[in-house]
């Protein structure tokens, strides 16, 4: 079995260091990284600290507007799948990279899988929905993470292909969680104590790229009872620079780089709560369990909300400050996310797809 796993941003790192390494000792894999994301923070840190091989094609395609940076892909991923022949082309979650890996494979007929099929935000103006949306219905096999995802597939009427997987996130939180705290120095790094800072991202076009948006987020967070700790996207800096927001962000919160995944994870852990506007760090918070504030309308982890570890709050001053302040307390702590072996499952659900043969038995 040959599998060409495409890769381009932060989590999709993250979520193939679960995957790759362990298909590795059963099939060949051609890893291609498209370059979205090439900052040494958002790139080269992961593949260093989470081992993950070092791909055989970087594309080199970098930001642009989203039209002209997934054709681009497209363009540069098509002759990698010529060259290599690979059974099937494995995707991660909602990227303009997971979008163009789905063009690619299904104009040239080779097998798609989806890791992380199945979520919606029903919300179409986020351009990761469309994303979402067009590659599973381009998916040959779609792997999901919870119950709610397969019932949104079968919703839209796709229903050959589909798995439940658990979340391959879950897998790497489980593996991260102990090493953070054996290895990473981010808090006397940082001055910080246990419980008694607030951790803050956010990245989402709807609110980085809107100044009204980004400056009620950041009077909301400015009003918490703790410190905020932000390690700042660099389109988020690009934009708190461009709208004149830069001093007041570093004024009122502590603006750091990008973290590894360790610091990171560690950072997560030991936060009083979190504010994010994150898909992946929503439900991280909600492993580790911190409570989240979420800063958008809706989500598609929304597990998390239902039992009330995750609070959704629009980009809207009072109501941030009063998520970020108030003690309200999650209702239950349900596992809708699988068992930590996502990543073994859709190794031995492509190998039963792809081969003949019975799933490996090292799995
Ligand atoms: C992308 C994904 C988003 C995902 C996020 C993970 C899409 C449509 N968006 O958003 O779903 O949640 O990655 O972090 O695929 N930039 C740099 N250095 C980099 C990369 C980006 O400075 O290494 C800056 C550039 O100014 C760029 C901007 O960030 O224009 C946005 O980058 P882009 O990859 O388009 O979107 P993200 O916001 O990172
Ligand atoms: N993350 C990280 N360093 C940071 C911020 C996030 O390692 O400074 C990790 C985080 O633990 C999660 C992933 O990046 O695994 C989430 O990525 P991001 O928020 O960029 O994208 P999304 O999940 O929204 O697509």
Known sequence: MHVCSIVGARPQFIKAAVVSRKLRTVADETLVHTGQHYDEALSDVFFDELDIPEPEFNLGVESDTHGRQTAKMVAAIE???????????LLYGDTNSTLAGAIVGSKREVAVAHVE????????????????????????????????AIENLTAEGITD????????MYDAILDARDRSVAQSTILDDLGLAEGEFILA???RASNADARANLAAILDGLAAAPLPVVFPAHPRTVDRLQEYGLWERATGELEVI?????????????AAERVATDS?????????????CVTLREETEWVETVDCGWNRLVGPERSSIREAVSADWQPESTPRPYGDGLAGQRIISLLQQRLADSEPDERL
């Open 79 to 89: 002759p990698v799948i010529e060259e290599t022949d690979p059974d099937a082309i």
């Open 117 to 148: 099929a199945g979520l919606r935000s029903n919300n179409r103006s986020m351009p990761e929905e469309i994303n979402r949306v067009l590659t599973d219905h381009a998916s040959d096999l779609c792997f999901a993470p919870s119950r709610d």
């Open 161 to 168: 292909g589909v798995f439940w997987t658990g979340d391959v």
């Open 201 to 203: 991202t956010v990245h």
């Open 257 to 269: 780089d990008p973290q590894g995944y360790l610091d990171f994870v560690r950072l997560l852990d």
């Open 279 to 291: 898909g992946g760090v929503q439900k991280e918070a909600f492993f580790l369990e911190t409570r």
